[in-house]
C-alpha cells in the first residue's frame, strides 16, 4: 500500500480525495485543523521544520494547503500559498518523496475566459457559440493568470518544474476546475468548470498510479462536461484518465 501525505487534508479537496482513496492507499495528512477521516499532523505548512516529520516515509505528496479565495490580495498568497508549496517541496525532496501532486488552478489561465468563445459560455450565451468548431483550452498555451491567486498558482507549477528537473522528484500540477462541497454547479460558469467528487476519485487514482516515467506534466481537472472548454486529452494519454461525469446532468 503506498503511503500518502495530503496537505491541507481537512479541506474541501481534501476531505473528497481522503473519503475515496481511503481504502486503497494509507493516507494521512498535515493541516491548520484535524481532518474527521483520517490521522493528521497539526502544523502550519509554511514551516519547514514543523511539517518534516509528516513527510518521512511517503510515497506521495498530495499538496493542497492554501488560501482557495480567488480574490486573495498579494500579502495573503505570498504567506500563505507560495510559501505553503516552496515549504512542502523542499520537505518533500529531503525526505525522498517519489511524486509530488500539486493542487493549482483553472486561474492560472483564468484570462482567457474574458475572450470570446469563452466569455459567452461562462455567461451562459450558449446561442452564439459555435459549438462544433470550439477551440479548447490546452496546456501548451502560455499562462495568462487573472489575479495574485492564478499567478501564485503559475509560481507553484514552475517550482514544481524546478524540483522535477533539479531533483528528479515526478511533479504533476492539476488546474482545478471548480470542486464544490456538493458535486454540483452553483452558477452557471460552472456547468463548464465542473469537477465531480467522482471524477476528482478517478483523476488523483490516476495521478497516483502514473507511470514513473511521467516526470512533469500539467492537466486541467474537470469533468466531461458538455461546455467545458480546457482540453484534457493529455491526460488521458499521460494518466489514462478520462473524465465521467457531465455537469448537464444537473442542469
Ligand atoms: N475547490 C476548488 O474548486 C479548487 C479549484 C482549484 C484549485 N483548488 C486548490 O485546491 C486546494 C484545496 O482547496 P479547497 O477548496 O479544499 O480549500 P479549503 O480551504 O477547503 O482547504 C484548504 C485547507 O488548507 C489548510 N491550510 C491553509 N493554510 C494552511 C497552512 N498555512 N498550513 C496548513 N494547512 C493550511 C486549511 O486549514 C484547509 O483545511 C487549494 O490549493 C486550492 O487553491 C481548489
Redesign the pocket.
Known amino acids: 500500500m503506498k503511503n500518502i501525505l495530503i ?2 487534508i ?5 476531505s473528497v480525495i481522503t473519503a475515496k482513496l481511503k481504502e486503497k492507499y494509507n493516507i494521512s495528512g ?4 484535524k481532518s474527521n477521516l483520517v490521522s493528521t499532523t497539526i502544523a ?3 514551516n519547514l521544520d514543523k511539517i518534516l516529520p509528516a513527510f518521512k516515509g511517503i510515497d506521495v505528496v498530495i499538496d ?5 479565495n480567488q480574490y486573495s490580495d498579494w500579502n495573503v498568497i505570498h504567506d ?1 500559498n507560495l510559501l ?1 508549496t516552496s515549504t512542502a517541496l523542499e520537505a518533500s525532496r529531503i525526505s525522498g518523496v517519489k511524486r509530488f501532486i500539486f ?1 493549482s ?2 486561474h492560472a489561465t483564468g484570462m482567457y475566459e474574458f475572450d470570446s468563445p469563452y466569455k459567452e459560455i461562462v455567461e451562459g450565451e450558449y446561442s452564439k457559440i459555435n459549438k462544433d468548431n470550439l477551440p479548447l483550452i490546452n496546456t501548451e498555451m502560455p499562462i495568462r493568470p487573472d489575479g495574485p491567486y492564478g499567478i501564485g498558482k503559475a509560481f507553484g507549477e514552475a517550482s514544481g518544474r524546478y524540483y522535477s528537473d533539479k531533483y528528479d522528484i515526478s511533479v504533476i500540477c492539476l488546474r ?1 476546475g ?2 464544490n462541497s456538493e458535486s454540483a454547479p452553483t452558477n452557471i460558469r460552472q456547468f463548464a468548470t465542473l469537477l465531480t467528487h467522482n471524477d476528482l476519485g478517478r483523476l488523483i487514482t490516476a495521478c497516483v498510479e502514473a507511470p514513473k516515467e511521467i516526470r512533469f506534466g500539467i492537466y486541467y481537472g474537470v469533468s466531461n462536461n458538455k461546455w467545458k472548454f480546457w482540453d484534457t486529452s493529455n491526460s488521458s494519454k499521460d494518466l489514462n484518465y478520462q473524465p465521467e461525469d457531465d455537469a448537464e446532468l444537473f442542469r
Request: hydrophobic residues 30%.
Open positions: 496537505t491541507g481537512s479541506g474541501k479537496v481534501g498535515v493541516d491548520l485543523k502550519d505548512c509554511t493542497l494547503a492554501s488560501d482557495p500563505t505553503c493542487a488552478s483553472n482545478i471548480t470542486l
